[in-house]
């Protein structure tokens, strides 16, 4: 069955970076694209950045351009968040998701960041 | 940016009763519209995909409308397990959106 873990969240001081992975299983991971999606606490979804299957394509939302970087290895069956110049505001679960073309079908649990002093 | 907005905010329903979800996109997202639900601690799940199609394993009472700008989540008659937060969500333009959700509570 397919299956998305996070890992990596863990509380940052503001200024700070973190490294966020998502371990995929079940299904071919090269054949689908995939995206961070975050939550912070009692609030809705953002989308945060996207990677073709292939990694050849990207893009990011503003609120994080230039300071979060995607990437993946289709070897290794992973995802990563790369996330430096962490400010309060990137306090959220962090969620990584398929995309099948149409929607995001299987999200994994989430993994929490927290950005405080 | 394509902004959705979600009405309403809260809907107070009775299992067993009719709910009826709105989601409004700033400009045309065509039937590149998705709907998920949400449960308190869980991941969201995909219910709807392209305006109307149910995802895989989702029953039938869940079901999707609409096309251009107004789309509609309707489920034809609310299970104890329904009462959730629904969100919508486009992927016609960069960057992907999600509408701020409609919580579904017990009435």
């Known amino acids: 069955q397919v299956q998305l873990v996070e890992s990596g969240g863990g509380l940052v001081k503001p200024g700070g970076s973190l490294r966020l992975s998502c371990a995929a299983s079940g299904f071919t991971f090269s054949d689908y694209y995939m995206s961070w999606i975050r939550q912070a606490p009692g609030k809705g979804l953002e989308w945060v950045s996207y990677i073709s299957s292939s990694g050849s394509t990207i893009y990011y939302a503003d609120s994080v351009k230039g300071r979060f970087t995607i990437s993946r290895d289709n070897a290794k069956n992973s995802l990563y968040l790369q996330m430096n110049s962490l400010g309060v505001e990137d306090t959220a679960v962090y969620y990584c998701?398929?995309?099948?073309?149409?929607?995001?079908?299987?999200w994994g649990q989430g993994t929490l960041v927290t950005v405080s002093s | 940016e394509i902004v959705l907005t979600q009405s309403p905010a809260t809907l107070s329903l009775s299992p067993g009763e009719r709910a009826t979800l709105s989601c409004r996109a700033s400009q045309s997202v065509s039937s590149y519209l998705a709907w998920y639900q949400q449960k308190p601690g869980q991941a969201p799940r995909l219910l709807i995909y392209d305006a109307s199609y149910r995802a895989t394993g989702i029953p039938a009472r869940f079901s999707g409308s609409g096309s251009g700008t107004d789309f509609t989540l309707t489920i034809s008659s609310l299970e104890p397990e329904d009462f959730a937060v629904y969100y919508c969500q486009q992927r016609s333009n960069w960057p992907l959106t999600f509408g701020p959700g409609t919580k579904v509570d017990i009435k």
């Open positions: 998701a398929r995309g099948n073309g149409s929607a995001f079908d299987f």
